[in-house]
């Protein structure tokens, strides 16, 4: 079946504008992780969502990030005026549960700010 | 002490050998290990899961883990140069709300 989809998949936009990205889960997934990832270093862990309960926003670097999303399909996640230090490579996961299910990583949305 | 821990590398192995990647983890209750690869500029890809004591195989990759020692390893038979990729580590934290990444090591098959 269908992977889990991200777009753009290229972003390029100017410092103190605002940006957000779009993740389609895969289907029947109910859990949902943005990570993000700076050049040359690891995964660094943004939000959580599980069905309908609250989302675990305790990665989010700074109440520049939010987040959404509705039910178990897809989510956004926003970034209001954007920094330099924001240029990364934002990824998605999805995985059937939590607890001990894999997840499945989206091909990414790359992010540059000039 | 930091939570997953795994050499950098870069390991360089001839084509055709075995190549041994290792990851250590601090957290005792962790019940679930996952070894994911990234090719450079893309994203990761699971490679293997594992959540028993002992020998996981799957065709040229065996996962191993030892809960007693806190270590987790993947092995690589018969490395390819495909195989050359950042190979990364990883297990739930607490809550099951994230998955915990190593570094990663950064293996090199050459021919």
């Known amino acids: 079946g269908a992977g889990v989809s991200q777009s753009p998949s290229n972003k390029v936009t100017e410092k103190g504008k605002d940006v957000e990205l779009r993740c389609d889960p895969i289907s029947g997934h109910t859990a949902l992780y943005w990570y993000r990832q700076r050049l040359g270093q690891g995964l660094e862990f943004l939000i959580y969502f599980q069905g309908n309960s609250a989302p675990d926003k305790s990665g989010l670097p700074s109440d520049r990030f939010s987040a959404e999303r509705t039910g178990e399909s897809v989510s956004t996640l926003t970034i209001q005026r954007t920094q330099q230090e924001d240029s990364a490579v934002y990824l998605c996961?999805?995985?059937?549960?939590?607890?001990?299910?894999?997840?499945?990583f989206g091909d990414g949305t790359r992010l540059s700010i000039l | 002490q930091k939570e997953v821990e795994q050499n950098s590398g870069p390991l360089s192995v001839p084509e055709g050998a075995i190549a041994s990647l290792n990851c250590t983890y601090s957290?005792?209750?962790?019940?679930?290990f996952f070894w994911y690869r990234q090719y450079s500029g893309k994203s990761p890809e699971l490679i293997m899961s594992i959540y028993s004591n002992g020998d996981k195989e799957d065709g040229r990759f065996t996962a191993q883990l030892n809960k007693a020692s806190q270590y987790v390893s993947l092995l690589i038979r018969d490395s390819q140069p495909s195989d050359s990729a950042t190979y990364l580590c990883?297990?739930?934290?607490?809550?099951?709300?994230?998955?915990?990444f190593g570094a990663g090591t950064r293996l090199a098959v050459h021919p």
């Open positions: 957290d005792r209750g962790s019940q679930s």
């Open positions: 996961a999805s995985s059937e549960g939590t607890g001990h299910q894999p997840q499945h």
């Open positions: 990883a297990f739930p934290g607490r809550g099951y709300n994230k998955l915990i």
